[in-house]
């Protein structure tokens, strides 16, 4: 089992849906970021949190610390908001890398 | 600078010859972090520099890879001997902090190595 998995792994959506990924870690954190990968390779980082949520625009971002979850929303989707979406957690057992998940492709039909 | 820039954005070598990828972090920042692409989705932490000394060197693979962070100077990183295995995109990234602390890591576009 991978140290941080992702849910789901493609999504497609109509324009205007809301859109929810999901993250699951099984080490301790001291953060999880979730970051953009676009169609041509570049990465974007997001958020990076260690409780509660945040917001920017029309992303969201919460996370569980107990239950060990972290969830990336996205309101009113666009076409433009099509890209790989990747969590990452800061494993502190490894000194704070980062331990990424698989991805989730998402793809928002105009 | 703005921005973490890394070259080249793509870099082809023929099995057995030597890659070398370079990284300029942002100004200020202190720390920076190689990470290996593979398969798209598979990222592999590499190396992580505190200004020009080596922070957290656990990922690199012990045989033909090497980094370098000179003052005054791009980062570096360097393959002897590529082998098919090594294509992969290479990413780059910096942060002000050292890791786990609260702040987001600034990443580079990438070097695309294909190793023929």
């Known amino acids: 089992k991978n140290e941080v998995e992702q849910s789901p792994q493609n999504l497609t959506a109509q324009e205007g849906e809301f859109i929810t990924i999901n993250c699951s870690y099984s080490v301790g954190i001291s953060a999880l970021h979730w970051l953009q990968q676009h169609p041509g390779g570049g990465i974007v980082s997001l958020f990076m949190?260690?409780?509660g949520k945040k917001k920017h625009g029309r992303l969201i971002a919460t996370i569980n610390i107990q239950e060990k979850h972290s969830s990336l929303h996205i309101t009113a989707s666009h076409p433009r908001d099509s890209a790989v979406y990747i969590c990452?957690?800061?494993?502190?057992?490894?000194?704070?890398?980062?331990?990424f998940g698989g991805g989730t492709r998402v793809l928002v039909k105009p | 600078g703005e921005e973490v820039a890394q070259t080249p954005k793509h870099l082809v070598r023929g099995e057995g010859q030597k890659a070398k990828l370079y990284c300029a972090p942002i100004k200020g920042h202190s720390y920076v972090f190689w990470y290996q692409q593979v398969l798209k989705n598979e990222f592999k932490f590499l190396i992580s520099f505190q200004n020009e000394n080596v922070f957290d060197e656990t990922g690199m693979p012990k045989e033909r890879f090497s980094a370098k962070c000179l003052p005054n100077s791009p980062c570096s990183l360097e393959i002897q001997a590529t082998k098919l295995e090594d294509s992969a995109v290479y990413f780059c990234?910096?942060?002000?902090?050292?890791?786990?602390?609260?702040?987001?890591?600034?990443f580079g576009s990438g070097t695309q190595l294909s190793v023929l």
């Open positions: 990452a957690a800061a494993n502190k057992a490894a000194g704070n890398k980062l331990t």
């Open positions: 990234a910096s942060s002000r902090n050292p890791p786990g602390a609260a702040e987001k890591l600034f």
């Open positions: 949190l260690s409780s």
